[in-house]
């Protein structure tokens, strides 16, 4: 394709310095409007992850190991980023929308004076431009927008592009990038830290979900889900609604405050299917859907469906799954 | 010594608005008012009020509120003051009509600037609107701020603010000097409701009013040169296979079979 954006991927390490998936997200995203994409890496590893960004699309990768460049210092990587993009001047800038980048994306755009378009599940060229596409009024529509001012910042939802498959032919250069950054940057200084160890599947990464929305009506119910889960080797997932009520941690919510998933097969019981809630699951390879109310928005994007009450469809649907000898 | 505290809050549609009223303008690429159905204030903000109130109650704060906009409806607009804000600024111009974030930022930043200073902003984590999250932050960096997102909890104390905020495994206390700017996700909860006194006490305060000419800032660089090249509510091309039997439990049978024939269990 013959464009004439450069792009600039903010790409991510994970804590223990690989190559975080968002990075080949973000590397397929920017193969869709430009041909020389760069990609910056910041963290511990980033020169050996770099190889791995080659090969998912980066035709050059800029690392710095710098040791304040850490995933809890995003004042820091701000300012790398900041340095980075002065040096590089590419015409588009991708983030991706995670813990990190939803922090990074605005301050780096507003560093630039330029204005962000967040949360992008398409994008392409149109032209001289770049169009973004992005959900508004929590999913209901979307709104196509392009920007005339450089560098335009976009950060891309998570799970919306699939990595390019991996070509160890790919050849490119990793280079280390010079930036300046004092221990004063910080502002910001995390205190404690609790990992809350979660049973079972890993809910951003399982091929099966099984979700329930407030209509299980009884947080007395959750154990029959939690079990079917288990049975299937899914992983549990929640509508925002039974996360407010408390019946289960925010850490199952599904939803675009929620997580953005893109399993195999979402399996959803008593979920009426509101936008927000479709807007972290709408990836999803097959959607299936449990519900009373046959006019319920979920039904208009499920492959699957049954009308009826959870409470007499699930026995018949476990029952089932054990005669076939699903555990 | 009691913190000076600001919240910023904004009024949306109701994200509640059934789909059939939920229609959108195609010449100025604008979600039309829906018929009957009144705009509330954004359900993160009230979070965020939430937040100010807990530390007025525990540790003392005055609670100033700011919101920028064209068409408020004081109904909704003055919830904050019957919750118990101390005070309600409304900023108000024909320009701040659907201003996007990046104008919204820079016209928040320059009002927080001549209104005083405040030790701690507040914002909701985002508008139920456009979702864009990112107000909050480009005013942090506009005004030269810490600026800690999603607080599931805010406390302040020696003059620092201590949050805490849910992550994807576990949770996670961040801590930052004041002046900060912190954003309140709906883990912050429950939201207090307004109680008679305070309404009443609201329904005779009137807001302080500033518009564009006040807080000094060139229209032109309230531009971030996006363009809304269309607006559109999608359409699912998905068609649904419903499933039936003799009764909801053979249903459910059914539908274990046609997955496992499907090959997705």
Known sequence: MASNQTALVIGELTDTGSLDSITGELLAAASRVADNIECLLLGAGATEAGQQAIQLGATKVHASEDALLT????????????????????????????????????????????????????????????VATRPVYGGNALAKIACSKTPQVLTMRPKTFDPLPADASKSGEVVQISLNIDASVQRVSQVERITEEQEGEKLEEAKIVVAVGRGIADPANLPAFESLAKTMGAALGASRAVVDAGWLDHSYQVGLTGKSIAPELYLTWAISGASQHMAGCTNAKNIVAINKDPECNIFKESRFGVVGDWEKVLPGFAAMLSEMGVA | MPANILVCVKQVMDPETPMSQFKIDGATKRVLDPQGVPPVLNGFDENAMEAALRIKENDGATVSVISIGNQFVMDVIKKPLSMGADELTLLQDDIFDGLDAFGTAKSLASAIQKMGDFDLILCGRQASDFDQAHV??????????????????????????????????????????????VTVSNELAPVRYPTLRNIMQASRKQPNSMSLSDIEIDAAALNGGLEIQDLYIPVSDVVCEFIEGEDEEDAGRKLALKLREAKLI
């Open chain 2, 136 to 181: 909050p932050l480009g005013i942090a960096e506009i005004l030269g701020v810490p600026c800690i997102t999603m607080a599931s909890d805010v406390q302040v104390a020696d003059g620092k603010v201590r949050v805490e905020r849910k992550l994807p495994d576990g949770y996670e206390v961040l801590e930052a000097t004041l002046p900060a700017v």
């Open chain 1, 71 to 130: 995933n809890i210092n995003v004042d820091a990587m701000v300012e790398a980023a900041h340095q980075a993009a002065s040096q590089i001047n590419p015409t588009i800038v991708l983030v991706g929308k995670t813990l990190v980048g939803r922090d990074l994306a605005p301050r780096l755009a507003f560093r630039f004076d330029v204005p962000l378009v967040q949360d992008c599940i398409d994008i392409a060229v149109d032209g001289e431009q770049v």
